[in-house]
């Protein structure tokens, strides 16, 4: 039981690059053992808000929503509930107002717009994900759920939960938040059903329903009815009766390796024209084998009836593992679309088995996609979400196949056939593992760093043998081809890679930076960095000699709920900012924000090929001239020079390495000079330019990039970081913008702060204390701070509700909570 | 001696794992009449092969080497849509066969580097060594690196003998896991042919496969 709740300390919301908020309910909780835990809250927390300047987040929507209720009349409800309820409003809003002005409580964040407050929660936690780690007090199940989802989705730290009476916050395990989620939609859906069921009930039952699904799916969790349960998340049962048949019992999940194989004689081999009799589970017959279709390593494969056809083994290939693993196929009535599996064996006219009878698959060898060229060919059309499709087609049909213990062994992409509207066929199912027969072939790129070494034949293959295969697969599909341990430096040898566990692809995972230089060259870094984040820590955990899961791989079905993850991810505009993340080969690295600026190369022309970046220190985006290609070979990287930079790291000098002609007025701009500073210093380098309008050659600019590019960026980072004496915050009277920050308002045409910046958390810099405010604990002086109010209003305005608030102050729950 | 300019973007975005082949040719004077006008029918028959089959298509990387009294290098390594199809090569001089031999050693050490360098996977490369005579240089050297390499796994040989006059006891040294191969008559063309199905096999496979090659194919052109 102990894990169904895990405790935080609140203080860690509060430092900097994190925000707390609290929820108009828990101001409002009639629960009497969490009584006491705002005010444990404060007290714990009050120190690291006033030196954090990161005060706790009410959002004005919860105020409003306190003050609607305090406004009511005790007098008129007949329910003590409520009674109690409307005295709880009007208490805590006498408390969020002194606790503002002490600088604890921000509340002028979000406006009235939002119709309710849940909602806003999930938009700031959706926008500002990427900028803090975040954690809501609140009790209500819904957003608890919505916030665990948008968690996972963006792989971010965003925390929901209520407080105990010592002011720690109580975190829900999965299990426990989809057992009271269901409970919460059973209850609206009964009111529903029963005919009694209100707006509210209507509403509720529409949200949750598909909320719960997504859950279920995104955490492998299903409800339990047992309360004192195991608190471990439990798969969902494999889903394979959706995608096969009914009737199929599963092969044993334990069979000893059989002996050896032994190959049976065989008089003849029937071709094209010649007559064949079949065995099905329940029926026999004789057919004329039609023509022959094509011809493989170990047999071929002929015209069946209807929609099938018939594989017939080459002698050597004929053997007795092959005959009892095709037999007990054709018996066991395992069938599902897009699995070639044998429905009936083949017999020649003495009655020896030559070969069987499987569905047709249709579609191009998996390798057609693996291969940029022919897959732009091929499909041309296709979005990095076709991919996606296909990924979850293939998982379908493996996790169905891994839930009757079989395992398919020599995954592969010849294996793999893949038709026009994205199903995927799995043939060779043959040379599956079961019930103890092994899967006899195998192929390096797919075979784990514990079977490397071994003999396929003669060694059966674990299930974790099994997923490094299908982890393989996947990642090749969505990377079009790539080798996962492909990296610079290697001498090619692919069993020696996959040994050495070294994943290249850079990743920042669980706060740690993976800036690996043996990325490979070319636009993969940018194709990986525009992968789902969820199933890029998936891929990294699975292939990383570090990763979590690299000795515990992920399951067919997990990685189903990952990609399912990765296509709801890629339809939601909201969540998938950047236009080329559905691009099947990005040209650049991922867009960092929803508001960083994405254009078109002005030179190649390709689309949203170039993106901002913000270096680190800065508050503006730079946006690049070019793309990565146009800007040149450096930017590429060539095949001979091995490129040291970090693709993450962007380029410093966009102009630098332009490889057109570039405008005097540009190359002053880029600088932040003025083009008359940046003639003064071409004809210093013995450059003629006229005006600003000159152009000057590639070479003139690397030249002056070399002479003058660290100096005069060094100069423009130093006027930009210094703060503007001229202007002064108007809540501590100090200087608070720097003259970058005044520019770049200036340029985009937004008003000018006239405060120091307050986060989307409400956190002024701890510097930025109202003037003559002095947050004590003592009541004396506190009752002289009234006279600020950190907002920006006129004086007047600000006067009346504090008269009201000193009158007030002995019963307020302020004094009640520091009393 | 054209040296082409191999782009980045051609080796580092196609995925697949390449196959470089060296064609290390005879060019000595007594190459010269038919024999080298159906090799350089050969080379080019062998180009369309490999530009028509889809694997090899996206595989194979090729170079040509020719030595007479001295060594060079008639293209470098390109992938088969960059090489140009080659109008002729002229017989005249000895048989430098070491010189060539080390030479094509090089270039294939250096494509391998560049793979290496841009994260592209490849085969372990392949060395094609066709003569008509025997080298009028010292081979020691030379034959210690191609064995060494052959027996590291690290590179496949093919020596083939051209008409009677072609020394098969030097490819011989050249080759310490199969015997070389006499060419039957001038079938260069069946012999690049059956060249362009292996390069074939290969790319269909895995790296790290072994590759079982198409012996039977093999009497198609050679004297067994």
């Not at chain 1, 509720?204 to 955490?219: C, H």
């Not at chain 1, 709920?561 to 080969?585: C, H, I, Q, T």
């Not at chain 1, 506190?782 to 009346?800: E, F, L």
Request: proline share 6%; glycine share 8%; net charge positive.
């Amino acid at each position: 039981m102990s894990l169904d709740i895990q405790l935080l300390d609140p203080v860690e919301f509060l430092q900097p690059n994190r925000r707390l908020f609290i929820d108009t309910n828990i101001f409002m909780d009639p629960d009497t053992r969490r009584a006491g835990g705002l005010k444990r809250l404060f007290e714990r927390g009050q120190d690291a808000i006033l030196k954090n300047g990161n005060p706790i987040v009410v959002p004005t929507k919860v105020i409003g929503e306190l003050t609607k209720q305090s406004r009511r009349d005790p007098a008129r409800e007949a329910e003590e509930r409520t009674k109690v309820a409307i005295k709880k409003a009007g208490a805590s809003l006498r408390f969020l107002e002194d606790a503002s002005k002490h600088g604890l409580v921000r509340k002028n964040l979000g406006d009235e717009s939002n119709p309710y407050a849940d909602d806003l929660f999930l938009r700031i936690f959706e926008r500002f994900a990427s900028t803090y780690e975040m954690c809501l007090l609140t009790r209500d199940i819904t957003i608890k759920l919505r916030i665990r989802l948008l968690a996972h989705e963006l792989d971010r730290r965003l925390l929901t939960g209520v407080l105990t009476k010592d002011g720690d916050v109580e975190i829900e395990s999965d299990q426990s938040l989809i057992n009271r989620g269901v409970r919460k939609y059973n209850l609206h859906a009964s009111n529903v059903a029963e005919g009694n069921g209100n707006q509210r009930d209507k509403s509720e039952v529409a949200a949750l329903g598909p909320l719960l699904q997504q859950f279920r799916k995104a955490f492998g969790v299903q409800e339990s009815d047992d309360k004192v349960g195991s608190t471990a998340a439990k798969l969902t049962a494999p889903q394979g009766l959706s995608v096969g048949s009914p009737k199929a019992k599963p092969f044993s999940s334990a069979a000893a390796i059989k002996p050896r194989d032994t190959p049976l004689t065989v008089s003849s081999l029937p071709v094209e024209g010649d007559q064949v009799r079949w065995e099905s589970a329940s029926k026999c017959g004789t057919f004329v084998l039609g023509s022959l279709l094509g011809r493989g390593g170990e047999g071929s494969v002929y015209e069946g009836g209807g929609n099938t056809v018939v594989k017939i083994f080459d002698k050597d290939h004929i053997t007795q593992h092959r005959k009892a693993k095709v037999e007990l196929l054709v018996i066991s009535g395992l069938q599902a679309k897009g699995l070639c599996i044998p429905s009936a064996t083949v017999h020649n006219a003495a009655g020896e088995f030559v070969g069987y009878v499987m569905p047709t698959a249709s579609g191009r060898e998996a390798r057609t996609i693996f291969n940029i060229r022919k897959l732009e060919k091929d499909f041309p059309t296709w979005k990095k979400s076709d991919l996606v499709d296909i990924c979850i087609s293939f998982l379908k049909k493996v996790e169905y196949l891994h839930s009757m213990n079989v395992i398919l062994g020599d995954i592969n992409p010849k294996n793999l056939m893949i038709d026009d509207r994205k199903n995927v066929f799995i043939i060779d199912a043959d040379s599956w593992q079961l019930e103890g027969y092994p899967c006899p072939v195998g192929t390096p790129m797919y075979t784990s760093p514990a079977m490397l070494g071994k003999t396929y034949a003669e060694d059966l293959r674990t299930m974790e043998d099994e997923l490094f295969a299908v982890a393989t697969m996947l990642f090749q599909i969505v990377m079009t081809g790539q080798f996962p341990y492909m990296r610079t430096g290697t001498d090619g040898d692919m069993v020696q890679l996959i040994r050495e566990g070294n994943f290249a692809f850079q990743i920042s995972i669980r706060g740690k930076e993976y800036n690996d230089r043996d990325q490979p060259d070319g636009d993969w870094k940018y194709i990986w960095s525009h992968i789902h984040k969820p199933v890029k820590n998936l891929f990294w955990d699975t292939f990383h000699k570090e990763g979590k899961r690299y000795n515990r791989r992920p399951t067919a079905t997990e990685w189903l709920e990952a990609f399912k993850a990765y296509r709801a991810y890629l339809g939601n505009k909201r969540l998938n900012f950047d236009p080329m993340s559905n691009d099947v080969r990005p040209i650049r690295n991922k867009a960092f924000k929803p508001d960083t600026p994405i254009e078109d190369c002005s030179t190649c022309g390709r689309k949203h090929a170039i993106a901002g970046f913000m270096p680190e220190g800065e508050t503006e985006y730079i946006v690049p001239r070019q793309c990565n290609k146009c800007r040149g070979p450096s930017a590429t990287g060539a095949g001979q020079a091995r490129s040291r930079r970090p693709p993450s790291e962007p380029s410093r000098g966009p102009v630098a390495t332009a490889t057109g002609k570039t405008r005097v007025s540009a190359l002053a701009k880029h600088y932040g000079i003025t083009s008359k500073q940046a003639l003064e210093k071409l004809s210093a380098l013995g450059e003629y330019a006229k005006t600003a309008s000159s152009s000057v050659g590639p070479d003139v600019v690397n030249r002056f990039e070399a002479a003058y590019g660290a100096n005069l960026r060094a100069a423009r980072r130093q006027r930009a970081n210094t703060l503007d004496p001229s202007k002064l915050c108007t809540r501590c009277r100090n200087p608070f913008i720097t003259y970058g920050n005044v520019e770049w308002h200036q340029r985009e045409g937004k008003p000018v702060p006239t405060t120091h910046k307050a986060g989307p958390g409400g956190a002024y810099p701890p510097d930025c204390v109202p003037r003559s405010s002095q947050p004590r604990r003592s009541t004396s002086q506190r009752s002289s701070t009234t006279g600020n109010n950190p907002a920006t209003k006129s004086t007047q305005k600000s006067q009346k509700p504090q008269k009201q608030q000193q009158k007030k102050k002995k019963k307020g729950f302020w004094s009640w909570l520091f009393g | 001696m054209a040296t082409l300019n191999i782009g980045a973007d051609d080796l580092v975005d196609n995925p697949t794992p390449r196959v470089p082949v060296s064609l290390c040719l005879d060019t000595s004077t007594s190459m010269a009449g038919s024999p080298i006008a159906e090799l350089v029918r050969g080379v080019n028959l062998f180009y369309e092969a490999i530009d028509e089959d889809d694997d090899a298509h996206d595989s194979a990387e090729i170079n040509i080497v020719e030595f007479n009294s001295s060594a060079g290098l008639v293209h470098d390594f390109a992938s088969i849509e960059r090489l140009p199809r080659i109008s002729s090569l002229t017989a005249d001089g000895l048989t430098a066969m070491a010189a060539g031999v080390n030479l094509a050693l090089d270039t294939l050490e250096k494509r391998k580097a560049t793979y290496s360098g841009s994260g592209v996977l490849y085969y372990q490369p392949w060395l094609v060594l066709m003569t008509d005579g025997a080298p009028t240089d010292n081979i020691e050297i030379a034959v210690k690196r191609v064995v060494d390499l052959v027996e590291t796994k690290k590179l496949t040989v093919f020596p083939i003998g051209i008409g009677s006059r072609a020394d098969m006891n030097t490819l011989a040294r050249f080759s310490p896991n199969r015997p070389p191969l006499r060419l039957d008559g001038l079938k260069f063309k069946e012999f690049f042919e059956w060249l362009s199905k292996s390069v074939a096999r290969v790319s269909r496979s895995t790296p790290g496969d072994t590759v079982k090659l198409d012996l039977e194919g093999l009497e198609g052109w050679a004297e067994l």
